[in-house]
């Protein structure tokens, strides 16, 4: 079975500081895709960053980093220069190939601070 | 804007009532997701559909059906609605019919059952 585990249920942060969101996955399966999708209030659904499993290389997107740990399992998000619109849910997704179903954290709520 | 379009963005009715969602996926993608995220929860994967075919079943209810069109728009039926149905219905789409594949997700439709 696939799991995605957020263990961090709300984390806060100072404007212009730096924080990581946790997530740790299981599966047993080689060939994978880990996401990070943000839920503002508005509650739309935004993709942040991907990430291919066979990557060794960790995806960055402008502020949005993360590290991807294969061997522990572990893809956590970090974010530079912290602004108040990243105040948002952030959710943690693992999709595999060849199976029917994509899997999703049950989120980390960031609020940052003025 | 992800480009995948939902209708209505909002729908209040009663219990035992059917209500339809309607999901227009991006320019090209074949694939369409349903979601339902109840209050202050994760995302509950519903159905997928891929080029008008069923391809997944998550936890739906079999008072809610789906289908894909042959212009690929989707509609998610919710039937003899009860109070726990109230919750947002997002929509996603994809390229191809791979977890791997990313989804961009729609603004949802929020469906409030008195």
């Known amino acids: 079975a696939q799991t995605v585990t957020q263990s961090q249920p709300e984390m806060s942060v100072q404007e212009a500081e730096t924080v990581t969101l946790s997530c740790t996955y299981d599966t047993s399966e080689n060939n994978y895709y880990l996401f990070w999708y943000k839920q503002p209030p508005s509650r739309q659904m935004i993709l942040v960053i991907r990430?291919?499993?066979?990557?060794?290389q960790n995806a960055t997107e402008n502020r949005f980093s993360v590290n991807f740990q294969k061997a522990a399992k572990s893809f956590s998000l970090k974010i530079s220069d912290s602004q108040l619109g990243d105040t948002a849910m952030y959710f943690c997704?693992?999709?595999?190939?060849?199976?029917?179903?994509?899997?999703f954290g049950s989120g980390t709520k960031l609020n940052v601070k003025p | 804007d992800s480009g995948v379009t939902q209708t209505p963005k909002h729908l209040i009715t009663a219990t035992g009532q059917r209500v339809t969602l309607r999901c227009s996926p991006r320019?090209?993608?074949?694939?369409v997701y349903w979601y339902q995220q109840s209050l202050d929860q994760g995302l509950q994967f519903l159905i997928q559909?891929?080029?008008?075919?069923?391809?997944a079943k998550g936890n739906i209810l079999e008072r809610f059906s789906a289908q894909q069109f042959p212009d690929l728009h989707s509609e998610l039926n919710l039937s003899s609605l009860e109070l726990g149905d109230s919750a947002l219905y997002f929509c996603a789409s994809s390229v191809g019919y791979e977890d791997t594949d990313t989804q961009y997700f729609g603004p949802g439709t929020r469906l409030t059952v008195l």
């Open positions: 320019s090209g993608d074949l694939s």
């Open positions: 559909y891929y080029n008008g075919e069923e391809r």
């Open positions: 990430q291919e499993a066979y990557k060794q």
């Open positions: 997704a693992l999709g595999l190939y060849n199976f029917n179903k994509f899997y």
